[in-house]
Every structure is written in C-alpha cells, then in structure tokens.
C-alpha cells in the first residue's frame, strides 16, 4: 500500500515561498498511471485542488494559482515537491498530497475521492 507524508515549514511570512515535500513509500513516484496531487483547505472551507504532476512528469495547475505554483519529482528521493511563491495569509490551509492511478481529479468533494493522501500539514501565512 503507498503512503504518503507531507512535510515543510509551518509558518511562512507573506511574499515568501511556501516549500513542501511529499515523501512516498510503498510504491514509485513514477509508477505508470500514477498521478500526484497537490491539494489545501483553508480554515472553514472546502477542499482545493492545487494542481498534479503525472508518472511522466507532466504538469497541471489550478488556473487561479498557476503563475505562483510549481509541482516536481525527486525520483532519487521518491518524492514530490511544492512551491508556492509569493504567499499571502489566504494561503492559509491544510497542505495534502494525495495519489490517483489512471485518473485526474481536478475538483475532490472528499480526501476519499483520491487512492491514497497523506496526514496533512498545517500551513500558516503570518509576518
């Protein structure tokens, strides 16, 4: 079974960039059909989809967030990495990464709706 967990920094003050990792185990990040997912909720809100990098290293970010983010690979390390520059207290959230095999999910109702996510990592935007 593959596991994922998160982990970064839990305070960023504004205009910086927020960096996270995804540390992957039980499985290879580029395992045909595999797709990894970047996803956040904000204190009292939904879930927010923040964009994917697929086995093959293909990309796609939410279009409201795409001129700040950027999703890569560490195959030597099995992992997934975040950026997110230029960060305000709106990014405010509970960072997930989450796996999906042979499919995109762009709009999750639920952590469930993916094959596997991670425990989460809380993010605060603060100076």
């Known amino acids: 079974q593959v596991q994922l967990q998160e982990s970064g920094p839990g305070l960023v003050k504004p205009s910086q960039t927020l960096s996270l990792t995804c540390t992957v185990s039980?499985?290879?990040?580029?395992?045909?059909?595999?797709?990894w997912s970047w996803i956040r909720q904000p204190p009292g809100k939904t879930l927010e989809w923040i964009g994917y990098?697929?086995?093959?290293?293909?990309?796609y970010y939410r279009p409201s967030l795409k001129s700040r983010t950027s999703i890569s690979m560490d195959t030597s390390k099995n992992q997934v990495n975040l950026q997110l520059s230029a960060v305000t207290p709106e990014d405010t959230a509970v960072y997930y990464c989450a796996l999906t095999d042979g499919v995109v999910i762009v709009s999750p109702r639920a952590l469930s709706d993916f094959n596997s996510w991670g425990q989460g990592t809380q993010v605060t935007v603060s100076s």
């Open positions: 990098i697929g086995y093959s290293g293909d990309t």
């Open positions: 039980g499985g290879s990040i580029t395992t045909a059909s595999y797709y």
